[in-house]
């Protein structure tokens, strides 16, 4: 026993096909008992409805051999009738061909295993009928009504089954869809940052060498992270903050008194993790959206609520699009997050301030179903 238990442990898919089929086995074994007293209902009546003798053993056993056989019959012709690629489902037509033909080999065995239960060894099974051929009839449409019930059981599991397998694999082509975007996001902001933090530093150069240095060491930081999280979708929120660190360096530097960036984190950030590079992403937002000089400087705060969430905000100074916001930072930020919690991504405008809390993820997070959203 413990042998086969450590076997199915180290071979998982066994273990799920074990598992299933016993389930499977399980169900079968109590949807029999339920037909062969409904079956022995319909003729005796009384205390004898429990009886095991030799008729009650007959009905029970022919009902287990008729219902594994439409079951398995059944399961048989969906298999050859399924169809291949992505939408696996029975459409109408199919399944009423299966109906016909799991009828057309049920009903020859059925009146079979009856004729000779009723008339060859009637001396066996002793269920001698005051009218026999009525008993047999009676049997035959009993076994076949309750053969078709189970036909249609199964092929309305099956297609709640295919479905719910259909919404899986829709919800993962989905999940690489949003990912492809993310990575395309991803591209986009690393060639923006560097041309404009060569600019940056071609002026350093003449102005502050050692503050050039500087530039250089955290414009090196920034792109080591990039590239070493670049396959990453989530990240440590200790790592995020150091990149930011040298993040906020550069935009300071970039933009001298116009632009201040704080962060007030009380938790430790060892112990969460978010979508790599969302709080970049979330600052880069703002500084696209909003204008900002040392009259009218943009001032951008990151505070951890609790153990809950962080919030990213900035006062608005709303500068004139060219053209409508789409929106894809934000958006993919949401669906990110979506993937990992059902916590909501809020955004906010209140009292002259633009403000997005992200829900902060244990860093044993695991994935759930992808949530709509709106």
């Not at 935009?251 to 430790?268: C, F, G, P, Y």
């Not at 959206?289 to 990151?302: Q, V």
Request: glycine share 2%.
């Amino acid at each position: 026993m413990y042998i086969y238990q450590y076997y199915l442990k180290n071979q998982p898919l066994l273990y799920m096909i074990s598992k299933s089929y016993l389930k499977k086995l399980l169900l079968r074994f109590l949807m029999v008992n339920v037909v062969y007293f409904l079956a022995k209902s319909t003729i005796e009546h009384g205390d004898d409805v429990v009886d095991f003798d030799e008729p009650a053993l007959f009905y029970y056993f022919t009902a287990f051999f008729l219902f594994m056989l439409a079951f398995e019959t059944n399961n048989w012709l969906i298999r050859k009738n399924k169809p291949s690629g992505l939408n696996k489902s029975l459409d109408t037509s199919s399944g009423i061909k299966i109906m016909l033909i799991n009828v057309v080999i049920l009903a020859p065995i059925t009146a079979l295993v009856y004729y000779l239960g009723i008339f060859e060894f009637d001396h066996i099974f002793k269920i001698r009928p005051e009218e026999p051929w009525l008993r047999f009839r009676v049997d035959f449409f009993r076994a076949m009504l309750l053969g078709f019930a189970i036909i249609v059981f199964n092929l309305f599991y099956y297609s709640l089954k295919q479905k719910k397998e259909l919404d899986n694999t829709m919800n993962k082509l989905k999940k690489e869809a949003i990912t492809s975007k993310y990575r395309s996001l991803k591209n986009q902001i690393s060639p923006h940052f560097l041309f404009n933090s060569l600019n940056t530093l071609t002026s350093l150069m003449y102005e502050d060498r050692d503050l050039a240095s500087d530039f250089v060491s955290r414009l090196a930081t920034c792109y080591r992270y990039i590239l070493d999280n670049r396959e990453e979708d989530l990240v440590s929120l200790e790592k995020e903050l150091n990149f930011l660190d040298s993040f906020i360096f550069m935009m300071n530097v970039r933009h001298e008194k116009a632009l201040t960036i704080s962060t007030h984190i009380s938790i430790d950030p060892k112990e969460y993790v978010i979508p790599t590079l969302s709080l970049q992403m979330l600052v880069e937002n703002a500084l696209k959206h909003n204008y900002y000089s040392k009259e009218k400087p943009l001032e951008i705060s990151i505070i951890s609520i609790e153990k809950s969430s962080i919030i990213i905000q900035n006062n608005l100074h709303i500068r004139k699009q060219k053209e409508e916001s789409t929106q894809l930072g934000l958006k993919n930020i949401k669906t990110r997050y979506s993937f990992y919690t059902n916590q909501k991504v809020i955004i906010e405008t209140e009292n002259n301030y633009f403000k997005v809390t992200i829900p902060l993820l244990s860093k044993d997070i695991k994935e759930v179903s992808i949530l709509k959203i709106s």
